[in-house]
């Protein structure tokens, strides 16, 4: 399968998910590349677009062989890939030290991108974490956790592509995985587009601007005061 683009990936994977629509959904996009994804997704559901903000910590003088991840949904949300951390001899000390490098920057996000906007409220809803692609999987796992910390009724993972080691993983992370393609093997996510070119800070501002109007953030059974 070969995607066009993120928008084609979002409305795949929103057919996909059609049966949640009477589930009280939220889609909880992983900036940057998951926000044109879960756009489509928020828009062809009727539900509310949110961020989970999340961080891979890279290995020292190969950054993008992910240690692993730290995601802020509430309270700090560490996964260590052991796999990775452990051959390399790092300690938990470097680990930790630079997942609170990690947190500056999701502090920093989270004031770029939300602009003071509280948290879409999850508890008794269904949370679908959508990303444009999962490689290793420690990003998003991190981000899984810290969602599920917060008591949503229902934990779906819909992505357009994944490596099938992560995908079977993060199966036991999820009540339901919704995954269009499992190449093996996956090589690099942006193989699966003809264009993945980089999402810009500007287009995930305006993105969630947009879907502000798709439906009301509070859950539908809440009664105004």
Same mark, same amino acid.
Not at 37 to 57: M, S
Not at 105 to 111: D, N, T, W, Y
Not at 159 to 170: C, D, F, K, N, R
């Given at each position: 399968m070969m995607l066009r683009d993120r928008t084609e990936a979002g409305h795949r994977l929103a057919a996909a998910l059609a049966h949640l629509r009477g589930?009280?959904? /939220? /889609?909880?996009?992983?900036? #940057? @590349? @998951?926000?044109?994804? +879960?756009?489509?997704?928020? #828009?062809?559901? @009727?539900?509310?677009?949110?961020?989970?903000?999340? #961080?891979?910590? +890279?290995?020292?003088?190969q950054p993008e062989l992910a240690v692993g991840a730290v995601a802020n949904g509430g309270a700090p949300e560490l996964v260590v890939n052991e796999d990775v951390a452990g051959p390399l001899g790092l300690e938990r000390a470097w680990i930790e030290a630079q997942a609170a490098?990690?947190?500056?920057?999701?502090?920093?996000?989270?004031? %770029?991108?939300?602009?003071?906007r509280a948290p879409v409220p999850l508890e008794g809803r269904t949370a679908i974490v959508v990303d444009d692609g999962v490689a290793t999987g420690a990003t998003t796992r991190a981000a899984l956790r810290a969602v599920r910390r917060r008591a949503p009724?229902?934990?779906? %993972?819909? /992505?357009?592509?994944?490596?099938?080691?992560?995908?079977?993983?993060?199966?036991?992370?999820?009540? !339901?995985? /919704?995954? %269009?393609?499992?190449?093996?093997?996956? +090589?690099?996510?942006?193989?699966?587009?003809?264009?993945?070119?980089?999402? !810009?800070?500007?287009?995930?501002r305006d993105l969630l601007a947009r879907a502000a109007s798709f439906a009301p953030a509070a859950p539908a059974s809440a009664s105004g005061g």
């Open positions: 589930e009280d959904p /939220v /889609v909880l996009a992983l900036p #940057r @590349g @998951g926000v044109p994804v +879960g756009f489509e997704i928020a #828009r062809a559901l @009727g539900a509310p677009l949110d961020l989970v903000l999340v #961080r891979k910590i +890279g290995a020292p003088f490098r990690q947190l500056e920057e999701i502090e920093r996000r989270r004031a %770029l991108y939300l602009e003071g009724r229902r934990l779906v %993972l819909a /992505v357009p592509v994944a490596a099938p080691e992560a995908a079977a993983m993060l199966r036991a992370e999820v009540d !339901e995985l /919704v995954c %269009l393609e499992m190449p093996a093997p996956l +090589g690099a996510i942006g193989a699966a587009y003809l264009d993945f070119r980089q999402v !810009e800070d500007d287009e995930v």
